[in-house]
T-cell receptor, first 114, second 115 residues
């Protein structure tokens, strides 16, 4: 299985601090996506990084990918209480018939305190 | 990005009954997916639903238990059959847009409790 393992499982920080979450996986991938989930609701797509990319930014988010180490990190800068959520990485494999099969990591629960 | 809706948002069902979950996308999509998220767990892919063909099920999931329909490019249903308390989960629909960069979007989920 290429399910990702995320580290840490839980993270508690103060508002304004940066939060870093790590994702490791086992096999080759075509892309990696990060998602946010609030209180067991639907997933919000945050960012996709392709296997030939090393770093990507979107607003306060910075994602890195190191395919040699089979790992990715998500950095949230200047965190806010509204960032409190579970964050999941998902590794993607492009299928022969088209499409992209995602395999999800175990998730990191982030709590941002005022 | 595609906007995905699901119905119902939640339901409480009795053991032995079946529930059909509907997933509607606001644009035509190539592939739709159904995931299960058991309490406190990550997401597990149940099956991939392609229009005009049988769904492709992942290991551990079978058509008799989770029949899926995909009548057109914007709609799919997942039925959870002969439910037991172990089926209590959040069921999420997901879609991949045509010609996309492989960004995959999710619906709000259906929270199912089986008593």
């Amino acid at each position: 299985s290429q399910q990702g393992e995320e580290d840490p499982q839980a993270l508690s920080i103060q508002e304004g601090e940066n939060a870093t979450m790590n994702c490791s996986y086992k096999t080759s991938i075509n892309n990696l996506q990060w998602y946010r989930q609030n209180s067991g609701r639907g997933l919000v797509h945050l960012i996709l990084i392709r296997s030939n990319e090393r770093e990507k930014h979107s607003g306060r988010l910075r994602v890195t990918l190191d395919t040699s180490k089979k790992s990715s990190s998500l950095l949230i800068t200047a965190s806010r209480a509204a960032d409190t959520a579970s964050y999941f990485c998902a590794t993607g494999l492009i299928l022969t018939g088209g499409g992209n099969k995602l395999t999800f990591g175990t998730g990191t629960q982030l709590k941002v305190e005022l | 990005s595609a906007v995905i809706s699901q119905k119902p948002s939640r339901d409480i069902c009795q053991r032995g009954t079946s529930l059909t979950i509907q997933c509607q996308v606001d644009s035509q999509v190539t592939m739709m997916f159904w995931y299960r998220q058991q309490p406190g767990q990550s997401l597990t892919l149940i099956a991939t639903a392609n229009q005009g063909s049988e769904a492709t099920y992942e290991s551990g999931f079978v058509i008799d238990k989770f029949p899926i329909s995909r009548p057109n490019l914007t709609f799919s249903t997942l039925t959870v059959s002969n439910m037991s308390p172990e089926d209590s989960s959040i069921y999420l629909c997901s879609a991949l847009e045509q010609g996309s960069s492989y960004e995959q979007y999710f619906g709000p989920g259906t929270r199912l409790t089986v008593t």
